[in-house]
C-alpha cells in the first residue's frame, strides 16, 4: 500500500513512513494511492465480530508490510482495553430512524480517543523496531491534545508538545493535558486561537532543518492513521442498523473534517452510506463552502463547541483532491490561492461531485442549547454540545427509512457548563477520573511566534 501526498510532489511513502512523517513535505496530506473495497460479503461478515476484530478487518489492508498479523492483533487489542464500554462504540437510539453513536468511552472521553490511542500503539512498536526517537508537536482546540497526551505520556521513544489556544479549552480538557506528571509531556498554551496553533504547527514541518534536526512527527488528524482508526467505527455502527443489505445514513459535528472524511472512506471503500452530513457550529466554513462553492476563511467565533472552532479545515484537501480527479497540482493551486487571498472557489465539476456525497447544516448557539434541552426531556439523553450541533443538523436531514446515525463525540462531563445551561444538570465524570481536579497543574505559556516555539522545544529535548 503506497501513499501519495494530495499536492503531488511529495515522495511516495508507505504506511509507516506516512504515519510517522504526518504533513507531507509539499504542504499536502498524505493519501492511499488507491483505496482498497470489501465486497458485500466481507462487510456482512463483520456482524457480531468484537470491535476489535472489525477493526483488524477493516483496517488491515491500509497496513501492506509495516507490521505482522499478529504484531497488528496485539496493537488494537492494547489501543482499546482502556475504553470504559465493552461496545466500544456503543449505539443508543434517540427515535424512530434516528441513532447515537457513543465515541466518548475512551479515556479522555471524546472520539480522539479511537485513533490517538492506535497511534500512539503504532509508534511505539515502529520506533522500538527502528531504535528511533521522535518529537510529537501536535495542536488542539481541546480534544486531540488531551487524547495525544495519554496515548503519548511515559512511552520511551517520543517526546509529546501540544499547542492549545490559552483560556480556549475547557477547564477538563486543560487539566487533562496538564496534570499528567511524565517529563515527556509538554503543555503549551499559545496566546492566539486554534488557527494559530495549527498555522504554527504546519510552519514548523515546513522549516525543514528544524524537522529533520528534532525528528517531528505530526498526530493531527493530518495524519493518515488517524483518520483510518475513525473508518471502524462507521462499519460497526452501519452494519449493526443493516448494511450492507440496507443504506445508512450519517451526521457528523465537524471541525478538521478528520471524522467525517473517514466516513467518506468507509464509503469508497464499499460500505452503503447514503448521505454524510457535515454539521458545523457557527463557525460553518465547510456549510457555506457546500452552499455557495466558495471556500472562504473568515475569524474564528468562539463558541460553547470550542472543539469545532475552526475556520481552516485541513482534511478537507482530502475530499478536494478526489473532486478534482486526483490532480495534486490542482489542489496546490487552490491552497497556494487560500493562502494568499484567504479564499477560492471549488470548480464546478468538484463542487457537483462533493454535493454527491455530504450534505451540511449549521446549529447557532441557541439551537445548540435548545437541542441538549429537547433531547434531554424527551429521551433522558444528555449530549454534549458538540453532538447536540450534530443531532440537530442530523434531525432536518432524516429521511426514513433510512437508519440516521449521529456521531455523539464527547462526554457530556467534559463541558459541563453548556450542558448545566441547558438541562441544569451538572454531569459528574465517570469515576474513573473523579480526581481529575485536585491533580497539580504543570504548562508553559508562549507566545505566537515560530522561533520562541523552536527554542523552548529544544530546550526540552536536550534535557
Ligand atoms: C475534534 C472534535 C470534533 C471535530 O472533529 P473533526 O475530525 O476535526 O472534524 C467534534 N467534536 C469533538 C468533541 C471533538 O473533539
Known amino acids: 500500500m503506497r501513499y501519495v501526498s494530495t499536492r503531488g510532489r511529495a515522495p511516495v511513502l508507505g504506511f509507516e513512513e506516512a504515519m510517522l512523517t504526518g504533513l507531507a513535505r509539499d504542504g499536502g496530506l498524505y493519501v492511499p494511492e488507491t483505496i482498497p473495497s470489501m465486497s458485500h460479503a466481507e462487510i456482512a461478515a463483520l456482524a457480531g465480530l468484537g470491535y476489535e476484530e472489525a477493526a483488524f478487518e477493516v483496517m488491515r489492508p491500509f497496513l501492506g508490510e509495516s507490521f505482522s498479523d499478529g504484531e497488528f492483533r496485539d496493537i488494537i487489542a492494547r489501543a482499546y482495553r482502556g475504553f470504559g464500554h465493552p461496545a466500544r462504540a456503543p449505539l443508543v437510539q434517540l427515535g424512530a430512524n434516528h441513532f447515537l453513536l457513543e465515541l466518548f468511552h475512551g479515556p479522555t472521553l471524546a472520539f480522539k480517543d479511537f485513533a490517538m490511542q492506535l497511534i500512539g500503539q503504532l509508534f511505539q512498536a515502529a520506533l522500538a523496531r527502528r531504535g528511533q526517537r521522535v518529537t510529537i508537536v501536535g495542536a488542539t482546540s481541546g480534544d486531540t491534545g488531551s487524547a495525544a497526551i495519554e496515548a503519548f505520556r511515559g512511552l520511551d521513544n517520543v517526546d509529546v508538545f501540544i499547542l492549545f489556544p490559552e483560556g480556549r479549552v475547557s477547564d477538563v480538557q486543560r487539566r487533562q493535558m496538564t496534570t499528567p506528571s511524565e517529563a515527556n509531556v509538554h503543555a503549551l498554551a499559545l496566546r492566539g486561537d486554534f488557527d494559530d496553533c495549527q498555522a504554527r504547527l504546519k510552519d514548523m514541518f515546513n522549516d525543514f532543518a528544524f ?13 493518515w492513521a488517524r483518520v ?3 473508518v471502524v467505527y462507521y462499519f460497526t455502527a ?23 472524511f473517514a466516513g467518506y472512506i ?8 447514503g448521505r454524510l452530513v457535515i454539521a458545523t457550529n457557527l463557525n460553518d466554513i465547510l456549510h457555506r463552502a457546500l452552499e455557495t462553492g466558495i471556500y472562504e476563511t473568515r475569524g474564528v467565533k468562539p463558541s460553547i463547541s470550542p472543539s469545532m472552532d475552526i475556520q481552516v479545515s485541513s482534511n478537507f484537501e482530502r475530499a478536494l483532491f478526489d473532486a478534482l480527479g486526483r490532480e495534486g497540482e490542482a489542489v496546490a493551486q487552490l491552497m497556494d490561492e487560500l493562502k494568499a487571498t484567504g479564499r477560492f472557489t471549488i470548480p464546478q465539476g468538484a463542487l457537483e461531485a462533493l454535493r454527491e456525497v455530504f450534505a451540511s447544516g449549521r446549529a447557532s448557539e441557541e439551537e445548540t442549547t435548545a437541542t441538549i434541552r429537547r433531547l434531554y426531556e424527551s429521551t433522558g439523553q444528555i449530549l454534549c454540545p458538540h453532538s447536540a450541533v450534530g443531532a440537530k443538523v442530523a434531525l432536518e436531514h432524516l429521511r426514513a427509512p433510512v437508519p440516521m446515525v449521529s456521531l455523539a463525540t464527547a462526554h457530556p462531563a467534559k463541558f459541563p457548563d453548556a450542558v448545566e445551561a441547558a438541562t441544569g444538570i451538572r454531569p459528574p465524570l465517570p469515576g474513573r477520573m473523579a480526581d481529575l481536579h485536585e491533580c497539580k497543574e504543570r504548562v508553559s505559556e508562549v507566545e505566537n511566534d515560530l522561533a520562541a516555539l523552536q527554542a523552548l522545544i529544544r530546550e526540552r529535548i536536550a534535557r
Open 266 to 273: 468507509a464509503r469508497r471503500m464499499g460500505l452503503p452510506i
Open 228 to 230: 483510518l482508526a475513525q
Open 238 to 260: 452501519a452494519v449493526s442498523l443493516g448494511a450492507p443489505h440496507r443504506e445508512i445514513d450519517f451526521t457528523v459535528p465537524t471541525g478538521n473534517f478528520g471524522d467525517i
Open 211 to 223: 524537522r529533520d534536526e528534532v525528528r517531528l512527527a505530526g498526530v493531527n488528524s493530518i495524519n
